[in-house]
T-cell receptor, first 108, second 113 residues
């Protein structure tokens, strides 16, 4: 069946450093790739998304890159801050399949 | 706008009991979704709906039922609750299907003992 693989499951970085989370999907027909952030005890919220006709999208300190040939897309967070600590999820296949999540820990 | 609201916030069920989780949205979205999130895990789609009267199964539909009689409401029914259904349940809605942001409710934490 269709699947979305997300890595790593946990990522610990020093405050101010960059973080990269990667998702790989199986369905080549997927054309929308969102990233959601879920803070502890809260609901998931969209932070950035990209459509298949674009290779990269930036919004201040966060960016998403897409490689359709290799069927993977990545979330990049630069100059990480304590408030970036959360679980991040990717989704694909019309958002019907979600990655398992990455717990991002920002060390002071 | 209240967005997506869910009731109850918490519930403890005994094995074999049934209950309905309520979900309402006031954004006039046609698309609505139910997910479950087990501790430390990702989101698994249970059911989704593309409009009133139309529902479809997601990844993990067994043990659940849904209905969609209005645009605003999308209740999730658990019949014969089992410990494996202990989870946090999120309802979400979106303007359209696939490539649009999903707006999530605050979640319902369900424990089956």
């Amino acid at each position: 069946g269709e699947n979305v693989e997300q890595h790593p499951s946990t990522l610990s970085v020093q405050e101010g450093d960059s973080a990269v989370i990667k998702c790989t999907y199986s369905d080549s027909a997927s054309n929308y790739f969102p990233w959601y952030k879920q803070e502890l005890g809260k609901r998931p919220q969209l932070i950035i998304d990209i459509r298949s006709n674009v290779g990269e999208k930036k919004d201040q300190r966060i960016a998403v890159t897409l490689n359709k040939t290799a069927k993977h897309f990545s979330l990049h967070i630069t100059e990480t801050q304590p408030e970036d600590s959360a679980v991040y999820f990717c989704a694909a296949i019309n958002q019907l399949i979600w990655g398992a999540g990455t717990k991002l820990i920002i060390k002071p | 706008n209240a967005g997506v609201t869910q009731t109850p916030k918490f519930r403890i069920l005994k094995i074999g009991q049934s209950m309905t989780l309520q979900c309402t949205q006031d954004m006039n979205h046609n698309y609505m979704y139910w997910y479950r999130q087990d501790p430390g895990m990702g989101l698994k789609l249970i059911y989704y709906s593309v409009g009133a009267g139309i529902t479809d199964k997601g990844e993990v539909p067994n043990g659940y039922n849904v209905s969609r009689s209005t645009t605003e409401d999308f209740p999730l029914r658990l019949e014969l609750a089992a410990p494996s259904q202990t989870s946090v349940y999120f309802c979400a809605s979106s303007y359209s299907y696939g490539s649009y942001e999903q707006y999530f409710g605050p979640g319902t934490r369900l424990t089956v003992t």
